[in-house]
């Protein structure tokens, strides 16, 4: 833990570059399981997931009953839960300890298990038919290492099924536009660390090896969708 910092009278800015910086470095410093707990213990419990309306449905209708499914960033467990439901062999992953204590909470049947957050799966090779990861590959820093390990765990002719929030023609203007909206969405201590649009992201997972990859924007007014929905299938090479 750093030691406490004493703001100076009158010197506002360079006290908040001191203290971001102190911040930082010590961010820097701390293991990442450690992070991630932080993060996570913030969050309010039973909290509904954003984007619900959109979210399931999509994911519902990209899964068949009987399939191994494979939720990447699980969370509390509601979307795993409603895969159990409709049919699905589920396994689910988070990187914190504290949503999957969450999850037993709500879900004790689930096969909850927790991973590293920046090095590979304890997860056979070719073993998932989808893998979903809700609102997460937009916290991921490694996104080459990530999607490798989602390459590795599905089956050739598996699917991923993913949803991050979108930055469509409209809001990359009003971010342009307005400081204070800029500063809210690039918080600099925020755990977003990746801003995609779909152009962009389609462009991603075609260099990783997908194909027939189908992004698109839902939620919102045309040019300013606030989510992404993605579905992509892994290349038997």
């Known amino acids: 833990m750093t030691a406490a910092l004493h703001r100076p009278a009158g010197r506002s800015r360079a006290w908040a570059r001191i203290a971001f910086e102190r911040q930082r470095l010590a961010w820097a410093a701390m293991p990442a399981r450690e992070y991630h707990e932080g993060v996570w213990e913030a969050v309010p419990e039973g909290q509904e997931p954003s984007d619900l309306a959109l979210r399931r449905p999509f994911l519902l209708a990209g899964v068949r009953p009987g399939e191994q499914v494979l939720d990447v960033g699980c969370g509390e467990g509601f979307f795993a839960a409603e895969l159990a439901r409709a049919g699905a062999r589920v396994v689910a992953v988070d990187v914190a300890e504290e949503p999957l204590r969450r999850a037993r909470t709500r879900h004790p049947d689930l096969d909850l298990r927790l991973v590293d957050g920046e090095g590979s799966w304890p997860l056979p090779d070719a073993s998932f038919d989808v893998v979903w990861a809700g609102e997460v590959i937009e916290h991921v820093a490694d996104t080459a290492s990530w999607l490798s390990e989602v390459r590795r765990v599905l089956r050739a002719g598996g699917r991923?099924?993913?949803?991050?929030?979108?930055?469509?023609?409209?809001?990359?203007l009003r971010l342009a536009l307005s400081g204070r909206a800029f500063d809210q969405h690039f918080e600099p201590l925020g755990d977003h660390v990746r801003f995609y649009t779909r152009a962009g992201l389609t462009r991603l997972l075609t260099d990783f090896g997908f194909e027939e990859v189908e992004v698109r924007a839902s939620?919102?007014?045309?040019?300013?969708?606030?989510?992404?929905?993605?579905?992509?299938?892994?290349?038997?090479?």
Do not use: I, N
């Open 160 to 172: 991923l099924l993913l949803s991050t929030p979108a930055h469509e023609p409209l809001t990359r």
């Open 219 to 237: 939620g919102g007014l045309p040019g300013a969708r606030r989510l992404l929905l993605a579905g992509a299938v892994r290349s038997r090479w």
